[in-house]
């Protein structure tokens, strides 16, 4: 199953000036961000089930239904859950769409952001894995991953803005079943844990400390657009014209 969490409030886009969230916004091709980001999936249409986790103050199923429906994704695989209220965070919201949606445990996860272009996604070969996509970047505002240097496409360290490589999360994440991510969280968000919102990269830490393998596949940065921030965006429309 792929997750889309969708309960964030567009802070940043708000405080900008913009009167609708990121995912509203006009990308060119007659698509929305929301349509765009979803179509880089589209080879796994016809047989994987989307879940689509919302903020009814934001938007409602009709129009994720609509939306997803205009490129190409049957209404049998768009699920969607309703959420009355934000949540702690990214990881906190694909656990909820996990627990409302009736899927095997040991079925895959797949997260991807709302806000990204990933131009012709394709899983790993070799079938379901714990893994991250990353790409170079600069800046130290994204979620790090540091290799292995003695096993090839394993990851040795996931760190939240902390820059201990050039390896930067493109916001694709593998699990290899719905029991195992949800074990995680349990174990890492623990009350006691202190962390105030609750990213999906530092469980990767968590399954690593517990002598899980994670791997990481290395993608060229053209293969994606990011557009989280408005300077994002409007540099993305600056490009297309």
């Not at 986790?53 to 009709?62: G, P």
């Not at 790409?135 to 201990?164: C, N, Y």
């Not at 949800?182 to 002598?211: C, K, W």
Request: hydrophobic share 35%; net charge negative.
């Amino acid at each position: 199953m792929f997750y889309f969490p969708m309960a964030g409030l567009s802070s940043r886009f708000t405080n900008a000036g913009y009167n609708k969230p990121k995912y509203y916004l006009d990308v060119g091709d007659g698509m929305n961000l929301f349509q765009a980001s979803l179509k880089g999936f589209s080879r796994y249409f016809e047989q994987d089930g989307f879940c689509f986790i919302y903020l009814d103050s934001v938007i409602n199923a009709e129009t994720i239904h609509s939306w997803a429906a205009q490129i190409g994704l049957p209404a049998s695989n768009c699920a969607t859950v309703r959420l009355s209220e934000p949540t702690q965070g990214q990881a906190d919201t694909v656990r909820r769409g996990i627990l409302e949606t009736i899927t095997a445990s040991d079925d895959e996860v797949v997260i991807f952001n709302i806000d990204t272009i990933y131009h012709d996604f394709a899983k790993p070969e070799g079938g379901p894995d714990n893994y991250l996509d990353v790409t170079e970047m600069l800046g130290d505002h994204w979620s790090f991953v540091d290799a292995d240097p003695t096993e090839p496409g394993v990851v040795r360290r996931v760190v939240e803005k902390q820059r201990i490589s050039s390896m930067c999360s493109v916001g694709l994440y593998g699990f290899r079943s719905t029991d195992l991510f949800l074990n995680v969280h349990t174990r890492h968000y623990a009350r006691s844990h202190g962390e105030r919102e609750e990213f999906v990269a530092p469980m990767y830490q968590a399954l690593i400390d517990a002598g899980e393998q994670v791997r990481y596949r290395s993608m060229p940065r053209q293969q994606f657009d990011f557009l989280g921030t408005p300077h994002e965006y409007q540099d993305y429309l600056a490009s297309q014209s």
